[in-house]
């Protein structure tokens, strides 16, 4: 009985917690389906009347909204493109090759792991200014074709496929080139795939670097579009509300899609035996 009123007491907390975290999600779409009336009323509405659709075509025509979803598209695709494959073939030569120093550098690369981007944003500027890529797609995606993040990941991972499996390839005469393509890439796609969700949601979400190296708004992307909805004189909540639910919905359906490779590849490693 007092087992049965504990987990009934944990359901109800995680229930309460849920609803608290999804809440606003929740009211962001409602308000985006909501008339300028509803949305600016008090008390707030909970659910709208009909389905509005005038807030989503306003911001079409307010910003090149779908400009700004293919540059943010393209970004997110390459830089996932990037990590994943700098992230896999590093993870590889820090599991199966011997190397002198490799414990020192695989200790001196996680490190990097505890600076702030913020530490690293100027000289970055520095960089891409010197080698004239300010407002343009190499300046948004090379500094993060590479991440320390997702080696780590990628080596816990790679360190519990089976010795026996390299043991047998050297045998029959593979390189590492051959094991790596034809072994630990097939093994290793619930990391891979844990890496590609994590770095293209990060991507997508990026805001301060486009913000400061891009200056048209040919090469905007979506973030920025987003902050372009509100205005100094007077801000249409529902409007950037409609800006926010188009933004959210890749990024959602990408969660949703590989939500349980997140899970899995995240708790590699956690557990042995």
Not at 86 to 106: C, D, E, L, P
Not at 176 to 203: E, K, Q
Request: hydrophobic share 55%; aromatic share 14%.
């Amino acid at each position: 009985m007092i087992t049965r009123l504990q987990h009934t007491f944990v359901y109800i907390l995680l229930i309460i917690c849920a609803a608290l975290v999804l809440y606003p999600i929740f009211y962001t779409f409602s308000s985006a389906l909501m008339t300028p009336e509803e949305a600016s009323a008090y008390p707030p509405h909970f659910l709208p009347s009909r389905f509005y659709i005038g807030s989503i075509i306003a911001v079409f025509q307010l910003v090149p909204i779908a400009k700004f979803v293919t540059n943010s598209l393209i970004v997110s695709i390459v830089i996932t493109l990037g990590q994943l494959i700098t992230s896999s073939m590093a993870a590889y030569a820090f599991t199966n090759i011997r190397f002198k120093g490799k414990a020192f550098i695989f200790a001196l690369f996680m490190a990097t792991m505890m600076i702030p981007w913020e530490v690293t944003i100027i000289p970055n500027y520095l960089t891409i200014k010197k080698w004239d890529w300010l407002d343009s797609m190499q300046g948004l995606t090379v500094p993060f074709l590479a991440t320390a993040f997702g080696t780590f990941l990628l080596r816990q991972f790679f360190l519990q496929l089976p010795k026996e499996l390299f043991e047998a390839a050297r045998i029959d005469g593979c390189g590492h080139f051959r094991m790596f393509l034809r072994i630990v890439l097939p093994l290793g796609r619930p990391a891979l795939a844990t890496l590609a969700v994590y770095a293209f949601l990060n991507a997508w979400n990026m805001y301060l670097w486009p913000l400061l190296i891009t200056n048209s708004e040919a090469m905007r992307t979506v973030q920025i579009g987003i902050a372009m909805l509100q205005f100094e004189e007077l801000t249409v909540w529902n409007l950037v509300l409609a800006g926010v639910s188009i933004v959210l919905l890749p990024s959602l359906l990408l969660l949703v899609l590989g939500l349980k490779q997140l899970v899995r590849g995240l708790t590699a490693g956690a557990v042995k035996g």
